[in-house]
């Protein structure tokens, strides 16, 4: 009796591994049916959008680059008179050049191209052409990588992607575990590769060690880029900045506020995009003009490449903004269009701790932080996420069944599926549209399921 207990006990034990490996398997396989796609045109966006000064740089080199030279360069003022007068319409901002070879940008509204970017030379007014605001090649990336071109939904869609990219890889971590295998002390497949490109085991292999190696970066994109989701970043977005007020707490002042946004007035960091603007008070004298206010935030310390919003009415102000790769000296600054007096005065180290962290994720998740070292270490995460999704795609059709989707097989103790359904589910709670994708999947497997035991039952 003894005995045959003893048999029976491991036979249990390995019954119920294989149906967690068979639930397991099976949701990693929803997983992937649900992100590849998107994971590949987010990898190959972001590897681009990680050199974006670089590609610019070189795609518009015609407008964005000129001659150094020793003359001084002209005023501000000039500059937009001569873009101005090329294309007539109403400035929304200015960039002065950033290095001694760059150009200024002039941000015009016009009656008949919209919105453009007209680009001068600093040394002598000359227009060199212009491009549609948000129109550059980069920009065309960056849209793409948000899928901002797709609408509202499409935001949402990448708060669902984030989160299922995140199971992807914990499954992933699961199915890759080593156990124990006869005859090898150390089984392929766990570090290396076996095989050859022909067969599964090399892109089974290939899968499992690229994921290995990378998903923790994996995660770390997912997660830092959840942010910018239109959903759960949102409304974190609101909850973090303190009731849609917006500004940090360390730069709260007693002035004059309006109802206008920053993110309205142009590109701002996360933490800033529910700041609120200041006001400006009417004096006599009049407004003070671009040529001092660029003076201004120059006197102040505004690093290069800083971009200037000119006020949007009597009441507006002018605003000095700056997101460099250097974190700390991130920076806006509110000017009194009237008195030049600053009325706030930003930077990173005037948000919250979560405001930090949040602002420091998304900057090594732009390749930013770190400089080359950070673009390379990326650029290979990129690489890999194409890698992991081109193997996953040649393993699944090497081993389909003709004739079928070929979703992994059910547990045969449904207990083993709803233990992962659960821990699943935890997520859900957190991300709200992953949760709400959960349940979407949910009655898809059990609708499949079902289909499978009717043909099953069938007479032949």
Request: proline share 11%; charged share 10%.
């Given at each position: 009796m003894t005995s045959t207990l003893s048999r029976v006990a491991p036979a249990r034990e390995a019954a119920a591994a294989s149906d967690l490996y068979r639930a397991v398997w099976r949701w990693h396989f929803y997983a992937g049916l649900l992100v590849l796609p998107f994971l590949i045109l987010l990898a190959v966006t972001g590897a681009l959008y990680l050199f974006r000064d670089e590609i610019d740089g070189f795609v518009h080199r015609d407008v964005k680059v000129v001659e150094a030279q020793a003359t001084a360069q002209r005023q501000p003022s000039a500059i937009v008179e001569a873009a101005l007068a090329a294309h007539p319409g109403t400035v929304f901002k200015y960039l002065p050049?950033?290095?001694?070879?760059?150009?200024?940008e002039v941000g015009v509204k016009t009656a008949d191209l919209g919105k453009i970017s007209v680009y001068v030379d600093p040394h002598d007014a000359r227009v060199l052409g212009w491009i549609a605001d948000k129109g550059s090649f980069i920009w065309v990336v960056r849209q793409l990588h948000s899928l901002a071109y797709f609408g509202p939904i499409a935001s949402g869609v990448i708060e669902i992607a984030a989160g299922w990219t995140i199971l992807l890889v914990g499954t992933g971590i699961y199915l890759w575990w080593p156990r124990q295998r006869r005859g090898s002390a150390a089984p392929g497949g766990v570090v290396t590769v076996r095989g050859q490109p022909r067969q599964r085991v090399f892109w089974r292999d290939t899968h499992a060690v690229t994921g290995l190696f990378v998903g923790f970066f994996i995660v770390f994109l997912a997660v830092t880029g959840m942010p910018w989701s239109g959903f759960w970043g949102g409304y974190v977005n609101q909850w973090a900045n303190g009731n849609n007020f917006g500004y940090p707490a360390g730069v709260r002042v007693s002035v004059p506020m309006s109802d206008e946004h920053l993110a309205h007035a142009g590109p701002t960091t996360w933490s800033l995009e529910q700041a609120r603007m200041p006001e400006s008070a009417a004096q006599p004298g009049g407004p003070i003009g671009l040529d001092a206010a660029v003076a201004i935030f120059d006197r102040l310390g505004l690093a290069k490449g800083y971009a200037v919003n000119p006020p949007a009415?009597?009441?507006?102000?002018y605003t000095g903004s700056v997101y460099p790769d250097d974190l700390s000296r991130q920076r806006v600054v509110h000017?009194?269009?009237?008195?030049?007096k600053p009325l706030i005065d930003m930077s990173y180290a005037d948000y919250g701790p979560l405001g930090?962290?949040?602002?420091?994720?998304?900057?090594?998740?732009?390749?930013?932080?770190f400089g080359l070292a950070n673009q390379l270490v990326m650029l290979a995460v990129c690489a890999a996420i194409v890698l992991l999704s081109v193997s996953a795609a040649v393993m699944w059709w090497k081993r389909?069944?003709?004739?079928?989707?070929?979703?992994?097989?059910?547990?045969?103790?449904?207990?083993?599926?709803?233990?992962?359904?659960?821990?699943?589910?935890?997520?859900?709670?957190?991300?709200p549209l992953v949760g709400a994708s959960l349940i979407v999947m949910l009655l898809l497997d059990r609708l499949l399921t079902r289909k499978r035991r009717v043909q099953a039952l069938r007479p032949l």
């Open positions: 050049p950033a290095t001694p070879t760059a150009s200024a009415g009597p009441s507006g102000v000017l009194d269009q009237y008195t030049g930090k962290s949040l602002e420091w994720g998304i900057n090594v998740h732009m390749g930013q932080e389909r069944p003709r004739g079928s989707l070929g979703v992994p097989p059910m547990p045969t103790n449904a207990g083993a599926m709803w233990g992962v359904v659960v821990i699943m589910a935890i997520g859900g709670v957190i991300f």
